[in-house]
C-alpha cells in the first residue's frame, strides 16, 4: 500500500520509463498478462496483412519524400522492416510538426532523448555533447502517420504536406 513502491513497479515494468519516452532507471518489459496473450493470439492472424499495408505505405513515403528536404530512415536490401514506424529527420522539427498538425497530420516525436541522457543512464556520467549524433538525431526525429488502417489517400496527403512544408532538395 505503499505509492513509492506502485510507482517504482510501473516504471520496472516498462523499462524504467516513468513519463512517456523518459526513463529514470534501467527497467524490463513485463506488461503482457493471459488475457493480452489471448487478444494477441486472434491479432495474430492479421499480422501478414497488417505487416504488408504498412510496408505499402512506407513505399509510398520513400516515393513521394524522396525529393523533399528531409532525411529518410535507411533502406537496408538485406533485410525487410515491418515499419512500425517511419521516421523521417527534418530541421526545425517542431515547427514542421506544428504545421503537420495545423492541416491534420498527426505525427509523433519517439525519440525525444538520446539514452546517455536518460536519467536512467545518469551514472554513466555522459553529458550533452558526449553522442552529438545521437543528440541531433532526436532533435530532427519525427514518425510520420503510418497505422495499417491508413488509406492510400491519407499516406498521399500527409507526404504532399511534409513536401510542402519543408520543400524540395
Known amino acids: ?3 513509492d513502491i ?4 510501473r516504471a520496472l515494468r516498462h523499462h524504467g520509463e516513468t513519463r512517456r519516452y ?10 503482457m498478462d493471459g488475457f493480452q496473450g489471448a487478444v494477441l493470439r486472434v491479432k495474430l492472424r492479421r499480422l501478414e496483412a497488417w ?9 509510398l513515403y520513400r516515393a513521394r519524400l ?13 533485410a525487410e522492416s515491418v515499419y ?5 529527420y527534418v530541421d526545425g522539427r517542431d515547427r514542421v510538426r506544428e504545421a503537420l498538425a495545423a492541416r491534420g497530420v498527426g505525427t509523433a516525436i519517439h525519440y ?4 546517455h541522457l536518460q536519467a536512467a543512464y545518469a551514472c554513466l556520467g555522459h553529458a550533452p555533447g558526449s553522442f552529438p549524433h545521437a543528440e541531433r538525431a532526436c532533435e530532427r526525429v519525427l514518425s510520420m502517420p ?3 488502417e491508413m488509406t492510400i489517400e491519407q499516406a498521399e496527403y500527409a507526404a504532399q504536406a511534409l513536401t510542402e512544408i519543408v520543400g524540395a532538395r
Open 51 to 59: 505487416t504488408a499495408r504498412r510496408q505499402e505505405i512506407a513505399r
Open 1 to 3: 500500500n505503499s505509492e
Open 6 to 9: 506502485a510507482l517504482l513497479a
Open 146 to 148: 503510418l497505422f495499417p
Open 22 to 31: 523518459l526513463h529514470d532507471r534501467v527497467g524490463y518489459n513485463y506488461r
Open 84 to 88: 512500425p514506424l517511419f521516421v523521417v
Open 66 to 78: 524522396a525529393g523533399a528536404r528531409v532525411d529518410l530512415p535507411a533502406d537496408d536490401a538485406n
Open 112 to 115: 525525444p532523448r538520446p539514452i
